[in-house]
């Protein structure tokens, strides 16, 4: 970092720092905080809510910076710290404790890269978010990763199940989660303009509709958006594959040309 890029955090921070946004983040870091103290006291369910707590937190803080122009590179800083923790260490420790101790190490290594990968995939958006479209998040965001074992937890305990059933299958969910944070799987951000335009009346029919449904089976429908948005990345990927391969052959072909042009 040069100094006069020093120089110029160091005045800012001087100057103050924004409030609103921060206490948002700063909410959903003491959620990802109960959500280990709740784990730790053995209340599994309470801190399964905990994570979702978080999340909602953390998709307000950046709202409210940009709505009232109140964004700051501290904030993103601090937003990042508080994110490792909340869906990072916090469903890590969730996990580890509620259904894979009896795993020994292959538990607490599941646990561990939930936590890296979540690290992980926080430093790289915070080097690619100038460069990347904001349409497409590359990687799960880790959000939508913390809050698919919120709703598996959630979804164990209104079903009536042990955490020992199928725990292999929840072995095999975390470390997929943690995969596919920190891979170049892209997802739907949801920022598409387009979404807040005008739209078909049948499209508020069907929103209304699915509040509907939602509000009959919550935690069954938790599960099922989140099952639903965790799997709409590998399938993009492998259906966009060929189109892809096609691109890249293209583009080889044309370096080639260039290359044996005189």
Request: aromatic fraction near 12%; hydrophobic fraction near 50%.
């Amino acid at each position: 970092m040069s100094e006069d890029k020093v120089k110029i955090e160091r005045e800012g921070m001087r100057k103050g720092i924004y409030i609103l946004p921060n206490l948002f983040t700063a909410g959903s870091l003491f959620a990802g905080f109960y959500c280990m103290v709740s784990t730790v006291n053995g209340d599994y369910r309470t801190a399964a809510l905990w994570i979702l707590a978080s999340s909602i937190f953390d998709g307000l803080d950046g709202k409210v910076a940009r709505l009232t122009g109140t964004a700051s590179k501290f904030g993103v800083e601090f937003d990042s710290l508080a994110d490792v923790v909340s869906f990072g260490a916090a469903p890590g420790l969730l996990m580890y404790c509620w259904a894979l101790k009896p795993f020994g190490r292959l538990g607490w290594l599941a646990g561990f890269l939930l936590l890296v990968c979540a690290a992980l995939r926080l430093a790289r958006f915070n080097v690619q978010v100038e460069t990347v479209e904001s349409r497409r998040f590359v990687g799960l965001p880790t959000p939508a990763s913390a809050s698919m074992v919120s709703a598996t937890v959630l979804l164990f305990y209104h079903m009536g199940w042990p955490s020992s059933y199928n725990r292999v299958a929840i072995l095999v969910l975390i470390y997929f989660l943690a995969l596919l944070m920190v891979s170049n799987v892209r997802y739907n951000s949801f920022k598409d303009p387009s979404l807040i335009k005008r739209q078909p009346f049948a499209f508020l029919v069907l929103a209304v509709l699915l509040l509907i449904v939602i509000a009959a089976e919550p935690v069954i429908m938790l599960f099922t958006i989140f099952i639903c948005y965790i799997a709409s990345g590998p399938i993009g990927f492998l259906m966009t594959w060929p189109r892809r391969r096609r691109l890249e052959k293209a583009l080889h072909k044309g370096h080639e040309d260039l290359r044996k042009q005189p």
